[in-house]
């Protein structure tokens, strides 16, 4: 899925050469001199994937007991997505966590929500920031109906004792080697929610603890289908809706190979690094994003994309260290 072959290799660091230069000197510095090199290369990638047959859409694989060496092996060394079935389903998140429990337990904690939605990313003035509440409100909203939906929340982080429900040796042994900054993030979607697609550094094992919830995803090798406004973030968004795509807008996704899965409690997702994904709950969903920095896996997946997350300004890339597990923090700064 999303082959090198797709798109030739010398178009693709032609293309990835110009995105650099754009973000060090400017869209219309560069353009200045490389504007017809810019738009051969896009009539050249344009024509090879006209040559595709079409999309390909397939499932993502669904394995059990898969061991850290197999998992290494297959998956994460390779950069290929991959559902670990039922391999969180006797964790006591699992089995405990509800929206209930969360606001009886936790209510109290501050929430910043964010504007992150895929109606929101096709918006070139959306505005990043909603509002600032709490967990038990948010819960209580979402239990009347409302579409809130907290994402990125570092709740594991202000409060540790929470990690404890998760089996923590066995998320550790399944980083690989060489690995760095381990974070959790938690992600309380109403149903119906989403969130627009995009796409970023970490390794990102999703363990699904309460409801459903369904990805799109697809390889960075499509990124210059993607073309992710230059904004100088840590982290890329597209204007594309992978569930419904304008192909006016964006006619070459209708080549564009991606996987498709639908997860449930108990079940842990892997999302290689710089992966793009799209993400929508079909019911009430609780889940939490176990991300790790690990840099041969990263590396492998787009070296330009690393570069361009450490060289990133907006904010800066220390900032956004700084932050820690606080993603909406780094979102609500970026102009």
Known sequence: MGRDADIRTSDRMLHN?????DHCLGRRNVDRVLATMRTRVRERIAASLASKPGAEIRPVDRRRDLSPEEFCREYLDKGIPVV?????????ATRKWTPEWLAANYGGTPVRLINISVEDVASTEHRHEGEVTTLGKTIEDMLAGSRAYPRFLPLLHEHPELTRDFDLDWLASMRGRFHSRTLYQMFLGSAGTNTGLHSAMANNLFVQTHGRKRWLLFSPVYNPVFD???ERSSYFLSRVDAEAPDLEAFPLFRYVDGYETEIEAGDILYNPPFYWHQVTNPTLSIGVGYRWLGWPSIARSSLTQTLLTLLATNPPVWKVTGNKADFTKTYVSAK
Request: charged share 10%.
């Open 84 to 92: 670990l079935e039922g391999a969180a389903s006797e964790w006591s």
């Open 228 to 230: 992710p406004p230059l």
């Open 17 to 21: 050469t110009l995105w650099l230069l």
